[in-house]
């Protein structure tokens, strides 16, 4: 559809501020831009209009964000941009593993019973729930940028409580604390480095965080081996996170703010000096998209406008279709997979096998050096294979992995029951840490249009952190009234099946897409997709069936 043609682009793409280019949009204009169907405009008024704001840039002395000047080329700079923010997935998982070690230590150090454990180590996504719920107004009121220092300060503070801690009732508060800012970090990162980086890089990326909490699991491994014979070892254990979460405080002011949430506050000049040394104008798309950001944003503030924007969720059936499909992706299908129960009581489970704790604690490592390992290959899958693709061909690895774990429980002998459990839990491990890992995250990025975004990632990380809760918080009163056979097998393993099906159905394909072009795909009715999955699953299969894998991944 023609929208505009290219003698008018140039009162489309006026330069002034949104709260002044807000009048020209009509109902007309509004529905096809929400619909997703964009505008073709002659590449000249695009270069014309980014050569008038290179002038004001010039003129306004605004100077690059402090590490842009030491890269020349944005694909260099997204790169550093995206592991510096992913800091913020590190602290994720090293306190994951550092936890799991010192929750051998704790109990007798500080003389406290296992229902208490069990809520130093489960009350810390509580905390995070607690982040998730203020990462819609922190992010809108702060940007993405200094929401994630905010979280960093929180996580310092939490750090150094539960370090310095001689009583339940200053270590308790202390993990809450630090579980708030791992809340506010697991919604804004994503949404960080999917507003900055070009669609062809998106989901390696967002990936990029999932990556990093696997690598700080697996860190926090090594942390707690070289501390464990150490006088005061759970102490040293968790205060040495403060030296991560200091390093994201100062990197941070380094980088600059989103390019979408500066657009939004009316900083039209900020967001083109940012969208040039994070994705450069080379290419007539990224010419293109940056255009199509600005009339998006400006659009979606005009809708946002004197309403309660969270109602949309329910409203607009584009909105609760997105919704409804990252849930069931994030809650079920990451979540509700049992993750959690393994890392978070890894050292435990080792125990349970028959270990030693010092013994249970090394072993852990081979657990987080797996993770981090599989988690590497989704920053090139994400984007080659796609979100969908990927996470329903490595699925049935997860249940393979489930059953193997849990009938591990099982054996008899010590040897067996080790040897299979490891099998069991490296199994899960590559599957999930592929998939089930980074795709959630990359998925909740990017499917929310711009005014909904930080609510979108709010939810996110709700469904992150309260599928955390429970399934670590009472998972040892789940182990004994289920057994760790049924917890594993059949518990688990039966939810990742139910939410396999559902994402079979009704979950459509994003790579490739814009976040503006990911509008138009939500706009179709869900019979629509689950017609559209179920076409290409048939075609899938029976290129399987002859064989034929090169044309499996076309599909996607």
Request: glycine share 8%; with cysteine; charged share 20%.
């Amino acid at each position: 559809m023609e929208v505009q043609q290219a003698t008018e682009t140039s009162e489309i793409f006026s330069h002034e501020q949104p709260s002044q280019d807000k009048d020209k949009f009509d109902e007309t204009e509004a529905h096809i831009i929400d619909a997703g169907v964009y505008f073709e405009a002659d590449d000249a008024k695009f270069k014309e209009e980014l050569e008038q704001l290179e002038r004001e840039l010039m003129q306004s002395g605004k100077k690059p964000y402090f590490a842009a000047r030491f890269f020349k080329e944005p694909k260099k700079f997204i790169w550093f941009l995206a592991s510096l923010a992913s800091i913020g997935g590190f602290l994720f998982g090293v306190d994951q593993s550092l936890i799991s070690g010192a929750s051998l230590y704790i109990p007798s150090d500080l003389h406290i019973d296992s229902s208490r454990m069990s809520m130093i180590v489960g009350f810390t996504p509580l905390g995070a729930i607690f982040g998730a719920l203020i990462i819609m107004p922190t992010n809108d009121l702060f940007g993405r940028k200094y929401a994630i220092v905010i979280a960093s300060i929180l996580f310092t503070v939490g750090a150094i409580l539960e370090a310095d801690a001689h009583s339940f009732g200053v270590l308790l508060p202390g993990r809450m604390i630090l579980g708030s800012a791992l809340g506010l970090l697991s919604g804004t990162v994503p949404a960080y480095i999917a507003e900055n980086c070009a669609v062809r890089w998106r989901g390696g990326l967002v990936s990029l965080y999932q990556c990093m909490v696997a690598f700080g699991v697996m860190c926090g491994y090594i942390i707690a081996a070289i501390f464990d014979g150490v006088s005061g070892n759970w102490r040293w254990m968790l205060g040495s996170s403060l030296l991560f979460s200091t390093i994201l405080f100062f990197g941070m002011f380094t980088l600059p703010e989103s390019t979408r949430w500066l657009m939004r506050k009316g900083r039209k000049l900020d967001s083109f000096l940012v969208w040039k040394h994070a994705r450069g104008f080379d290419t007539y798309e990224e010419r293109k998209e940056f255009f199509v950001m600005e009339r998006v944003v400006l659009y979606e503030l005009e809708q946002a406008r004197n309403r309660l924007v969270l109602l949309d969720f329910l409203r607009r059936p584009r909105c609760l279709r997105a919704l409804i499909v990252a849930v069931i992706y994030q809650l079920g299908g990451q979540q509700m997979s049992g993750v959690n129960s393994i890392e978070y009581y890894q050292a435990s489970l080792m125990e349970e096998t028959g270990l030693t704790a010092q013994k249970a604690v090394n072993s852990s490592l081979i657990g987080g050096g797996v993770m981090f390992l599989s988690t590497i290959p989704a920053i090139y899958l994400m984007d080659r294979l796609g979100r969908r693709s990927l996470t329903l061909t490595l699925i049935p690895g997860v249940c393979i992995g489930l059953f193997i774990t849990g009938f591990s429980f099982q054996a008899t002998a010590l040897g067996v029951r080790l040897g299979i459990y490891l099998w069991g839990m490296i199994t899960y491990t590559i599957f999930w840490s592929s998939g089930l890992g980074p795709g959630p995250w990359v998925f909740a990025s990017e499917v929310y249009p711009t005014y909904l975004r930080s609510y979108g990632v709010s939810i996110a990380a709700l469904c992150d952190w309260t599928g955390t809760f429970i399934t670590t918080y009472p998972f040892k009163q789940m182990s004994e009234a289920m057994t760790s056979t049924g917890v594993f097998a059949g518990f688990y393993c039966g939810i990742v099946i139910l939410v396999g099906i559902l994402l079979l159905l009704f979950m459509p394909e994003t790579k490739n897409l814009t976040l503006e072009e990911i509008n138009e795909v939500f706009e179709r009715p869900a019979m629509e997709t689950m017609k559209i999955n179920w076409r290409s699953t048939k075609e899938t299969w029976h290129h399987l069936l002859h064989f034929q894998f090169d044309q499996v991944w076309k599909l996607s």
